[in-house]
């Protein structure tokens, strides 16, 4: 879960700003994000996961806001390839979420994706989200962030961009096929210290397509179930063939936490 | 109405699949999990000969949610809040087996899972993420270890039969749908069945699986060609009571041979939308191998 507001989080050299997400909560709350070079997957794709990054923004961003004053943590994100984008500067994804339910013990987010200037659907998400009675630690939002409009906010800082690859810049290390490990630096921590949700999603993204060692394949469907926060590390993400099909079943656990399973995800790869 | 703690109402569902729920964990540690098994019989049979998929949602619904419930004790009770799936193969060999363990359990929530398999192996894999809450009642009191036992229910044993009319081969030539009371909705757009008793849930509200397999239907019914859903994320976000309830899909997008769907799901009489669910629709049966992962 991410906090999508003012204050001391993200850091000064962030995953976020390097993403130069921006953001605004108004009737609906919309989140952009340049479809930056570096967001490439091997086919020049805007990767799976950098969308799963945003939506998890914004969806963090409204859940809270939908469930003040308690606190939210993300429970599960589905997010499911429409359209591939090409990884290029000059084109801008736009995601717009709504809430679908703000219960007692549930927030429910709908959030598509677009892309700009040249329109059409490139992704759809839905998470969930479990309402939690707040805690001391837990961020204070500020009055214009609750009932109010708010002005497009940014989260880029002077100079921040991504200068290579995704992978490269979340530290992923690549241990084999299949298998992906994360440490935790403050590069990919959300406002909790634990890894970042759209970090994770990136993580089970790629030790999904690395299955194939041809390199053809694409995550296009993504589902995690958040189980635990991630704060030890490293993160390691293991994915496998569950049958004979095309179903990947990816488990992330905290290496520095016991080998606590921090999400399971479920992934469909296709040569989109 | 509640009738969680009363184990011989809201089962319905349960007894027409025939699945017989056994805890086999090792319950006094404080582990949760259970295992089913399910003799398909023709009633629950689709029109590619596997097992329909509403019927496998709905016992992936059942089993998880039983897993869920026992995990919540004795804290509360559950309701299926999301309910994620995807289906490995089409055709079923012989008994399915199914297994559900306990991924976490929180004090508002608990996620569980479900993986099916039979004679050839993984049939489908499901996650469902459930909310913990206190039944009017109070909190059910189980017998551990645990079990659900219901024989198979002859397949027109007293039910309706809403679309003998039907034309439509998507809701009409599966036997459960028949049972579900599933009909192309009176717009001619979607899918809807009417709220009976047998449909309900111990909670008293239209049983998860259920909706999933009007979810199921409705995916289907909005694509042309389509042969089945090979997976489904469902949102559960009120319950259904009322009735007529229909779900409308939308195709969104498309990549090879499969469609991306959203399904929404209203309680007419209530006037709400009480689910959603992003489903990938496959327009043909694959035949697949091992050296044929990606479709």
Same mark, same amino acid.
């Given at each position: 879960?991410?906090?999508?507001?003012?204050?001391?989080?993200?850091?000064?050299?962030?995953?976020? =700003?390097?993403?130069?997400?921006?953001?605004?909560?108004?009737?609906?709350?919309?989140?952009?994000?340049?479809?930056?070079?570096?967001?490439?997957?091997?086919?020049?794709?805007?990767?799976?996961?950098?969308?799963?990054?945003?939506?998890?923004?914004?969806?963090?961003?409204?859940?809270?806001?939908?469930?003040?004053?308690?606190?939210?943590?993300?429970?599960?994100?589905?997010?499911?390839?429409?359209?591939?984008?090409?990884?290029?500067?000059?084109?801008?994804?736009?995601?717009?979420?709504?809430?679908?339910?703000?219960?007692?013990?549930?927030?429910?987010?709908?959030?598509?994706?677009?892309?700009?200037?040249?329109?059409?659907?490139?992704?759809?998400?839905?998470?969930?989200?479990?309402?939690?009675?707040?805690?001391?630690?837990?961020?204070?939002?500020?009055?214009?962030?609750?009932?109010?409009?708010?002005?497009?906010?940014?989260?880029?800082?002077?100079?921040?961009?991504?200068? =290579?690859?995704?992978?490269?810049?979340?530290?992923?290390?690549?241990?084999?096929?299949? @298998?992906?490990?994360?440490?935790?630096?403050?590069?990919?921590?959300?406002?909790?210290?634990?890894?970042?949700?759209?970090?994770?999603?990136?993580?089970?993204?790629?030790?999904?397509?690395?299955?194939?060692?041809?390199?053809?394949?694409?995550? @296009?469907?993504?589902?995690?179930?958040?189980?635990?926060?991630?704060?030890?590390?490293?993160?390691?993400?293991?994915?496998?063939?569950?049958?004979?099909?095309? @179903?990947?079943?990816?488990?992330?656990?905290?290496?520095?936490?016991?080998?606590?399973?921090?999400?399971?995800?479920?992934?469909?790869?296709?040569?989109? | 109405?509640?009738?969680?703690?009363?184990?011989?109402?809201?089962?319905?569902?349960?007894?027409?699949?025939?699945?017989?729920?056994?805890?086999?964990?090792?319950?006094?540690?404080?582990?949760?999990?259970?295992?089913?098994?399910?003799?398909?019989?023709?009633?629950?049979?689709?029109?590619?000969?596997?097992?329909?998929?509403?019927?496998?949602?709905?016992?992936?619904?059942?089993?998880?949610?039983?897993?869920?419930?026992?995990?919540?004790?004795?804290?509360?009770?559950?309701?299926?809040?999301? /309910?994620?799936?995807?289906?490995?193969?089409?055709?079923?060999?012989?008994?399915?087996?199914?297994?559900?363990?306990?991924?976490?359990?929180?004090?508002?929530?608990?996620?569980?899972?479900?993986?099916?398999?039979?004679?050839?192996?993984?049939?489908?894999?499901?996650?469902?993420?459930?909310?913990?809450?206190?039944?009017?009642?109070?909190?059910?009191?189980?017998?551990?270890?645990?079990?659900?036992?219901?024989?198979?229910?002859?397949?027109?044993?007293?039910?309706?039969?809403?679309?003998?009319?039907?034309?439509?081969?998507?809701?009409?030539?599966?036997?459960?749908?028949?049972?579900?009371?599933?009909?192309?909705?009176?717009?001619?757009?979607?899918?809807?069945?009417?709220?009976?008793?047998? /449909?309900?849930?111990?909670?008293?509200? %239209?049983?998860?699986?259920?909706?999933?397999?009007?979810?199921?239907?409705?995916?289907?019914?909005? %694509?042309?060609?389509?042969?089945?859903?090979?997976?489904?994320?469902?949102?559960?976000?009120?319950?259904?009571?009322? &009735?007529?309830?229909?779900?409308?899909?939308?195709?969104? &997008?498309?990549?090879?041979?499969?469609? %991306?769907?959203?399904?929404?799901?209203?309680?007419?009489?209530?006037?709400?939308?009480?689910?959603?669910?992003?489903?990938?629709?496959?327009?043909?049966?694959?035949?697949?191998?091992?050296?044929?992962?990606?479709?």
């Amino acid at each position: 879960m991410t906090l999508t507001g003012p204050g001391d989080y993200p850091p000064p050299h962030h995953m976020l =700003r390097d993403l130069r997400i921006e953001f605004e909560h108004a009737d609906e709350s919309r989140v952009w994000m340049p479809a930056q070079r570096h967001l490439a997957d091997a086919r020049g794709h805007v990767r799976l996961g950098a969308l799963a990054t945003m939506v998890d923004v914004i969806g963090g961003g409204l859940a809270a806001l939908a469930a003040a004053p308690g606190w939210i943590a993300t429970a599960d994100l589905s997010v499911h390839a429409l359209n591939p984008v090409i990884a290029d500067d000059r084109t801008t994804l736009v995601a717009n979420a709504r809430v679908l339910r703000a219960g007692r013990t549930t927030v429910v987010i709908e959030c598509s994706i677009e892309s700009e200037p040249a329109g059409g659907a490139v992704a759809l998400a839905t998470m969930t989200f479990s309402v939690l009675e707040r805690r001391a630690s837990n961020p204070v939002l500020t009055t214009p962030q609750i009932g109010g409009r708010s002005e497009r906010q940014t989260m880029a800082s002077n100079g921040s961009t991504l200068r =290579r690859p995704l992978l490269d810049a979340l530290g992923v290390q690549r241990p084999g096929p299949g @298998v992906g490990e994360l440490h935790l630096t403050p590069y990919v921590v959300n406002s909790l210290g634990s890894v970042q949700g759209g970090a994770l999603a990136t993580l089970a993204e790629y030790a999904a397509e690395t299955l194939d060692e041809a390199g053809a394949s694409a995550t @296009v469907d993504l589902q995690l179930a958040y189980l635990a926060l991630a704060k030890g590390g490293p993160i390691r993400a293991t994915a496998s063939f569950a049958g004979a099909g095309d @179903v990947v079943r990816v488990e992330i656990i905290d290496a520095g936490h016991a080998l606590r399973t921090t999400t399971v995800a479920l992934a469909r790869l296709g040569r989109r | 109405m509640t009738y969680v703690n009363d184990p011989s109402t809201g089962r319905s569902v349960a007894r027409y699949v025939g699945m017989n729920l056994i805890e086999v964990g090792d319950w006094q540690r404080g582990e949760v999990v259970l295992e089913a098994t399910v003799s398909p019989r023709t009633h629950l049979a689709g029109s590619h000969g596997g097992l329909v998929t509403g019927a496998l949602l709905t016992m992936c619904d059942n089993v998880a949610g039983f897993c869920a419930g026992l995990a919540a004790l004795p804290h509360g009770w559950v309701v299926s809040t999301s /309910l994620m799936i995807r289906r490995a193969r089409w055709q079923s060999v012989g008994d399915v087996r199914f297994r559900s363990g306990v991924l976490r359990a929180g004090r508002s929530s608990v996620v569980t899972d479900a993986v099916a398999r039979d004679e050839k192996g993984l049939l489908a894999i499901a996650t469902l993420t459930s909310a913990v809450l206190v039944p009017k009642g109070g909190v059910p009191v189980w017998e551990r270890p645990a079990r659900l036992v219901h024989d198979a229910q002859p397949p027109d044993g007293g039910q309706r039969d809403h679309d003998r009319d039907n034309k439509r081969s998507d809701a009409g030539a599966d036997h459960f749908y028949r049972w579900l009371g599933i009909r192309p909705a009176p717009t001619g757009v979607g899918v809807e069945l009417d709220v009976f008793d047998g /449909l309900r849930n111990p909670w008293g509200i %239209v049983h998860g699986g259920v909706t999933a397999s009007l979810i199921d239907s409705a995916a289907r019914a909005a %694509v042309p060609g389509a042969s089945g859903v090979v997976d489904a994320t469902v949102h559960f976000l009120a319950p259904s009571r009322a &009735g007529p309830v229909r779900a409308v899909g939308v195709p969104l &997008g498309e990549r090879r041979s499969e469609v %991306v769907v959203k399904v929404v799901v209203s309680d007419l009489g209530a006037d709400r939308v009480v689910a959603i669910a992003i489903v990938g629709v496959q327009r043909e049966v694959p035949a697949v191998s091992a050296s044929d992962r990606f479709p």
